[in-house]
Structures are given as C-alpha cells and as structure tokens.
C-alpha cells in the first residue's frame, strides 16, 4: 500500500464534514471506509480538531478537544500560565495526546480537598453503557465522591485554573471527583469515553455530550505503587503530590491510544482528584 499523506485536499474535506455537523467518530468510519489506515486517519482528524479550536477560541467549534498547547506550540515548552500560578510541564507526548504537569495544586489544596471530602467517601461506581447507570464493579476498588461544579471557593479556584490551563470553559466540565486508593487498591485499564455503539450511551450524552479530555491530580504521594498506566503508549506516570496528568481522546475509539488504570497501591494509599472535560456544556 503506498504512503497515505494528510494533504491540503483532505484538510478541506475535514472542515467540510465538520460544518456539515459530522461528528468525529462518523469521520474516522467514512475514511476507514474509503481505504485510509486507521492510525493515519485519527492523526488527521487529530490535527484538524486542535487547529480548529486554536483558530476558534472564543466560538463553539464542532470538532475540538482541550489542551494545554496550539498544535504548532513548541515541542520544548517548559511551563504554562494557568489563571493564577505558573504550572511546569514536566512531558508531552503528541500521539496520544499525554501531558504530565508538576505544581499545579499547592500542598494546602491537597489536604483541604480530601479533608473536604473524606466525609463524603463511598465505594467508587463506573458507567454502565448498556443503560447510562452507574453501579459497583470489581474493576475499580477505590472510594470516591463528586463536588458539584463550584461547590466550594477551593474547587472554584481549580475549576477556573484548570480550565485556563487545558483552554476549556469551566462549563465544559464535570464536578471533581475525589477517590482514595487503599493497599491493593486499583482501576484496571479502561477508556473514559462512552462508547457509541452502547445503548446506554444517549442518555448519558444528553448532559454535555462525550468526554474528550481528563485530568488526573494527585493529592499525595503513596509510599510505593499506584501509577496511572497507559498500556498502548508504553507510559506510566507516578503519582507525586501536587502533579497531574492530562490526557485528550478526540475520537470515541480504542485507536484513540487511551487505554488507561491505577495500577494497585502496594504501600501506604492514593488521593487522587479527577476532572473530566465534556465537547458540550455540563448540566
């Protein structure tokens, strides 16, 4: 097969799909359907959505997913403003999208979240696609809790640094959810999107549509263990008081390369603070 090449003919066609209101995933099927390798095709799209949101930052783009550079950003990027402190980049990763950040919490924020929320723990839940509940499930053994959006002036302060550090509208996001790891403790690897083909998927799509961004902040530092891992990017992150990992998934599809968990604690315990971005506003 020859070279596949993301040429200017291509681009147009992709800002026509989008103004045409095709969604990302209804994109990549047509490509794949026309012949293009998978990979190539959601680099493609990839690309599209983070120039578009760069060329529309004050509009509703139809494709566009949070992140923390322009797509023609410099590779050595070392730190970024984030609406009240300097936030350091420690990596990035272009494909799949991965950016670990150091400071982006001080050590008070992390002690007040979980104080704020230890009261408030419960067995941790996950999505249920076939209907959009929720319910307990072996794969993820942690105990957690959900702020409402600006429940507080603390998580108002980190919703607004958040979202001027990943370019994303405070109303583009979910509340942040708290979860605490004990030893043994894990999440084993899953995507955080809702998979489209699932019947359930509708309903939860009615607040805010799919999500295409996560951020990961960690509140303490285990003695020893609870990495976030991505198996298909060959990447672990170690959870450090203070850091976060962010990552974006453009596409609702395991090609997307964002197969992700919380290897288990093996000493001590995990604080971790979840944020996840919506394509649409978060009711």
């Given at each position: 097969?020859?070279?596949?090449?993301?040429?200017?003919?291509?681009?147009?066609?992709?800002?026509?799909?989008?103004?045409?209101?095709?969604?990302?995933?209804?994109?990549?099927?047509?490509?794949?359907?026309?012949?293009?390798?998978?990979?190539?095709?959601?680099?493609?799209?990839?690309?599209?959505?983070?120039?578009?949101?760069?060329?529309?930052?004050?509009?509703?783009?139809?494709?566009?997913?949070?992140?923390?550079?322009?797509?023609?950003?410099?590779?050595?990027?070392?730190?970024?403003?984030?609406?009240?402190?300097?936030?350091?980049?420690i990596m990035q990763n272009r494909q799949p999208r991965i950016v670990v950040f150091s400071d982006l919490l001080s050590p008070e924020e992390c002690q007040?979240?979980?104080?704020?929320?230890?009261?408030?723990?419960?067995?941790?839940?996950?999505?249920?696609?076939?209907?959009?509940?929720?319910?307990?499930?072996?794969?993820?053994t942690s105990s957690g809790m959900f702020f409402g959006r600006g429940e507080n002036p603390l998580c108002e302060r980190?919703?607004?640094?958040?979202?001027?550090?990943?370019?994303?509208?405070?109303?583009?996001?979910?509340?942040?959810?708290?979860?605490?790891?004990?030893?043994?403790?894990?999440?084993?690897?899953?995507?955080?999107?809702?998979?489209?083909?699932?019947?359930?998927?509708?309903?939860?799509?009615?607040?805010?549509?799919?999500?295409?961004?996560?951020?990961?902040?960690?509140?303490?530092?285990?003695?020893?263990?609870?990495?976030?891992?991505?198996?298909?990017?060959?990447?672990?992150?170690?959870?450090?008081?203070?850091?976060?990992?962010?990552?974006?998934?453009?596409?609702?599809?395991?090609?997307?390369?964002?197969?992700?968990?919380?290897?288990?604690?093996?000493?001590?315990?995990?604080?971790?603070?979840?944020?996840?971005?919506?394509?649409?506003?978060?009711?």
């Amino acid at each position: 097969m020859s070279e596949q090449l993301i040429t200017p003919e291509l681009r147009k066609w992709l800002v026509d799909q989008a103004d045409a209101g095709h969604s990302a995933q209804a994109i990549l099927d047509a490509m794949k359907a026309s012949g293009w390798n998978e990979q190539t095709a959601l680099q493609a799209i990839e690309q599209f959505m983070r120039a578009r949101t760069s060329a529309q930052p004050d509009g509703q783009p139809k494709l566009a997913v949070p992140d923390p550079f322009p797509a023609d950003a410099p590779a050595d990027t070392s730190r970024a403003w984030a609406h009240d402190r300097w936030v350091n980049v420690i990596m990035q990763n272009r494909q799949p999208r991965i950016v670990v950040f150091s400071d982006l919490l001080s050590p008070e924020e992390c002690q007040e979240l979980i104080a704020l929320a230890t009261p408030r723990l419960a067995r941790s839940q996950t999505v249920v696609n076939a209907t959009g509940s929720s319910e307990v499930n072996e794969a993820r053994t942690s105990s957690g809790m959900f702020f409402g959006r600006g429940e507080n002036p603390l998580c108002e302060r980190l919703e607004a640094r958040i979202a001027a550090l990943l370019n994303w509208p405070v109303e583009r996001g979910e509340g942040i959810q708290i979860l605490h790891y004990l030893p043994g403790a894990e999440y084993k690897p899953h995507f955080d999107y809702f998979d489209p083909h699932q019947p359930g998927t509708p309903t939860i799509l009615q607040r805010g549509g799919q999500r295409v961004g996560t951020l990961v902040m960690y509140l303490n530092t285990p003695e020893a263990g609870g990495a976030t891992v991505f198996p298909d990017a060959g990447m672990d992150v170690h959870a450090v008081a203070g850091h976060a990992v962010f990552f974006s998934y453009a596409v609702p599809h395991p090609s997307s390369g964002t197969l992700h968990g919380g290897a288990p604690v093996r000493n001590g315990d995990k604080w971790v603070a979840t944020k996840w971005l919506r394509e649409g506003v978060f009711a």
